[in-house]
Nanobody, 114 residues
Framework: QVQFVESGGGLVQAGGSLRLSCAASGIIFSINDMGWFRQAPGQRRESVAHITSGGTITYADSVKGRFTISRDNAKNVVYLQMNSLKPEDTAVYYC????????WGQGTQVTVSS
């Protein structure tokens, strides 16, 4: 069955960094366009960044220049390096295919204090 396990979240001060990881199983990872998403309390889940199977990357305007998405097809892992974090980045972060076709994992909480 399809499973995503996100990790790497935590509490960090504004301006700090975190690196999130998402381990995927049950899918042919290398052919999937993958994405990171986040959901803040009371808000809709939004796309943060995605990376195609060929390595083309797109970022939400709110994170451009601060976040970097990458993937390791040998390990079935997608990463999100987050630098210069802001309080408005506080959310639960999830990974999924770019088109959100698989069941969601539990996510990883990122909290940025001011």
């Amino acid at each position: 069955q399809v499973q995503f396990v996100e990790s790497g979240g935590g509490l960090v001060q504004a301006g700090g960094s975190l690196r999130l990881s998402c381990a995927a199983s049950g899918i042919i990872f290398s052919i999937n366009d993958m994405g990171w998403f986040r959901q803040a309390p009371g808000q809709r889940r939004e796309s943060v960044a995605h990376i195609t199977s060929g390595g083309t990357i797109t970022y939400a305007d709110s994170v451009k220049g601060r976040f970097t998405i990458s993937r390791d097809n040998a390990k079935n892992v997608v990463y999100l390096q987050m630098n210069s974090l802001k309080p408005e980045d506080t959310a639960v972060y999830y990974c999924n295919s770019r088109y959100r076709v698989y069941p969601w994992g539990q996510g990883t909480q990122v909290t940025v204090s001011s």
